[in-house]
C-alpha cells in the first residue's frame, strides 16, 4: 500500500469519517540522471546559501516570504498546520452536483481516501453508498501544502476518491483561440459522427492504450547495455493535405474498420436530400398510408458505417 499522504476526516454535515489519503495513480517514466560527459561523474544539484557562499544541509532550510531583498518572515509546518481554516484538517463537503456538470479542464490528479480505523468504517460506507445510489459527486474544499484548495469527491470500485481541482479563476478564457468563420455541412457532421462511431470502444485498455514511448526509451536502454544495434525508428506517417473532406472521413472511417479487424464495406455516408429532389419524389398513397401507421422510433435518425 502506498505511504499516507495527509491524515484528516471528511466533514459531510455532522457526520465525520476520518480518512488517510493515498496516492491513486503511479508514475512509471523511466527517469534520468545528469552526468559529466567525459568521465561519467554524476552532477547534482547543491544547495548553496548566498549569504556565506557554502553548501547547507537539509535540516537548516527553511520556508519563508519574502517581503523584500532584506526582510523574510519565516513560516513552519507547524504555521501551515494550524491555519485558521475549517479545511485545515477535515475535508469539508459544501455541495453535491451532476458529474456531468464538471468542466474534465478543472480536475486534476487523483487521491484514494482510506477509512482510519473501524470508527470509520460505517460512516464511510454511507457516503459511498449516498454518492453511488445518488449518480451525483460531491465538492470539497481541503488545505494542503499551504493553500487551500477545491475537490471532487466520486466512487471507483467501492472506494471514495478525491481529485483536486481548479478554481475557477484559474481556468484561461479559450475566447481568443476560436478558429477562423468555416462553414461545416450536414453531410460532414454525419460523416464524423459514422467515424466516431467506428471507433468508439467499451473501456480503455488493450495494446492501444499503452504507454509505446516508455517501452521505447527501454529498448533502447537494452540494446546499448547489450551493445547491440539501436531498434529501428519507423518513419512516422506525414499527414496529408486535406482537400476532400468527405473523402478524408470515408477513409478514415475503413482505416478505423481494419484497425480492428471489423467488416470494410463501404461506410454510408448519405447526403441530406435538397428541396428540389425532395419535391420529385412524392409517395404514392400506399407508401404514405404505410408510413404514417409505423411506428416511430425517437432520437438521430439511424445510419450505417
Known amino acids: ?29 523511466i527517469r534520468f540522471h545528469q552526468y559529466h560527459l567525459p568521465d561519467q561523474g554524476r552532477v547534482r544539484y547543491r544547495k548553496v546559501c548566498e549569504l556565506e557562499d557554502r553548501e547547507v544541509a537539509q535540516e537548516e532550510i527553511g520556508k519563508g516570504y519574502e517581503l523584500s531583498p532584506t526582510q523574510v518572515i519565516p513560516i513552519t509546518d507547524e504555521d501551515l498546520s494550524n491555519l485558521p481554516l475549517p479545511t485545515a484538517k477535515a475535508i469539508e463537503i ?3 452536483v451532476p458529474l456531468e456538470s464538471v468542466d474534465p479542464l478543472k480536475i486534476a490528479e487523483g487521491y484514494y481516501l482510506q477509512p482510519a480505523g473501524q470508527v470509520a468504517a460505517k ?18 474544499k481541503y488545505a494542503w501544502s499551504g493553500r487551500e484548495r477545491l475537490g471532487l469527491l466520486r466512487v471507483r470500485d467501492d472506494v471514495l476518491v478525491l481529485h483536486a481541482m481548479r478554481w475557477p479563476d484559474e481556468i484561461r478564457d479559450p475566447t481568443e483561440l476560436l478558429p477562423p468563420p468555416a462553414a461545416v455541412s450536414e453531410q460532414e457532421i454525419e460523416g464524423a459522427l459514422a467515424l466516431m462511431d467506428t471507433m468508439t470502444v467499451d473501456e480503455l485498455e488493450g495494446p492501444e492504450f499503452q504507454d509505446r514511448y516508455t517501452e521505447a526509451v527501454a529498448r533502447i536502454i537494452e540494446a546499448k547495455r547489450e551493445a547491440k544495434p539501436l531498434p529501428e525508428t519507423p518513419a512516422p506517417e506525414q499527414p496529408a493535405q486535406v482537400l476532400d473532406l ?60
Open 123 to 140: 460512516p464511510y460506507k454511507l457516503l459511498v453508498k449516498a454518492l453511488s445510489r445518488s449518480a451525483k459527486v460531491a465538492v470539497a
Open 94 to 96: 459544501d455541495a453535491f
Open 246 to 305: 468527405m473523402a478524408a472521413l470515408q477513409e478514415s472511417v475503413q482505416k478505423a474498420k481494419t484497425a480492428r479487424g471489423q467488416d470494410t464495406s463501404p461506410a454510408e455516408v448519405h447526403e441530406l436530400p435538397t428541396k428540389k429532389a425532395a419535391a420529385k419524389k412524392q409517395p404514392t398513397e400506399k407508401a404514405a398510408a404505410k408510413k404514417a401507421t409505423a411506428k416511430r422510433t425517437p432520437g438521430r435518425r439511424p445510419r450505417s458505417a
Open 1 to 29: 500500500m502506498p505511504r499516507t499522504i495527509w491524515s484528516g476526516a471528511i466533514s459531510f454535515g455532522l457526520v465525520t469519517v476520518p480518512i488517510n489519503v493515498v496516492s491513486a495513480t503511479e508514475d512509471h517514466s
